[in-house]
């Protein structure tokens, strides 16, 4: 299966239900959506304190003109 790469717009909650963190950010060598998501989650539970739950808003597969257009703002100003 060949590995992709995925962008992911997400919440960090804490204990007391306050966001802590809420970035997009670049998940790289995946089988799919879901191992994109459990990659992140293990990797947020290491790096930030107090992590509780991760919220995913968004995830999608990331290419090239994807990229070249999320610097602008909108990752595709053609909406298709």
Do not use: R, W
């Not at 990659?39 to 304190?49: A, F």
């Amino acid at each position: 299966m060949k590995q992709e790469n995925y962008i992911i717009k997400y919440e960090v909650i804490d204990n007391n239900g306050n966001t802590l963190k809420f970035d997009p950010m670049k998940v790289k060598n995946c089988l799919d959506s879901i191992h994109a998501q459990v990659k992140l989650e293990n990797y947020l539970k290491k790096k930030v304190i107090n992590f509780n739950k991760l919220v995913v808003h968004t995830c999608t597969k990331s290419n090239s003109f994807n990229d070249i257009f999320s610097k602008f703002g909108n990752s595709n100003p053609f909406n298709f």
